[in-house]
């Protein structure tokens, strides 16, 4: 049975720093490509970073660019989301998801077929 489970949400202060986890269980992560995305209400699930399961790249959006770092540990089957320097803008509820067809990843969810469950990340100004 696939699992990918979040962990690491929560409310922080502008300019504090939280670390996302997104544990798989029923596939192996390195044999994916790996994407953190972020969800509002009433917007569209956007993707905010992503890593490649051919060589290990990272990709970014501009707006997290500096701030937020993307890293896989493989024995744990585990992916994160390092995020610095929280913005109050930053605030959504934060989704991990995997693809099999987008090797270097991607920022459409439609390419993504597992995802995590969601965890909320709500940054105060």
């Known amino acids: 049975e696939v699992h990918f489970v979040e962990v690491g949400g929560g409310l922080v202060q502008a300019g504090g720093s939280l670390r996302l986890s997104c544990k798989a269980s029923g596939f192996t992560v390195d044999d994916y490509a790996i994407g953190w995305f972020r969800q509002v209400p009433g917007k569209e699930r956007e993707g905010v970073s992503c890593?490649?399961?051919?060589?290990?790249?990272?990709y970014y959006r501009d707006s997290v660019k500096g701030r937020f770092t993307i890293s896989s540990d493989n024995a744990k089957n585990t992916v994160y989301l390092q995020m610095n320097s929280l913005k109050p803008e930053d605030t959504a509820v934060y989704y991990c998801?995997?693809?099999?067809?987008?090797?270097?990843?991607?920022?459409?969810?439609?390419?993504?077929?597992?995802w995590g469950q969601g965890t909320q990340v709500t940054v105060s100004s």
């Open positions: 890593i490649s399961s051919s060589d290990g790249s990272t």
């Open positions: 998801g995997a693809t099999s067809t987008a090797y270097r990843g991607s920022y459409y969810p439609g390419d993504y077929s597992y």
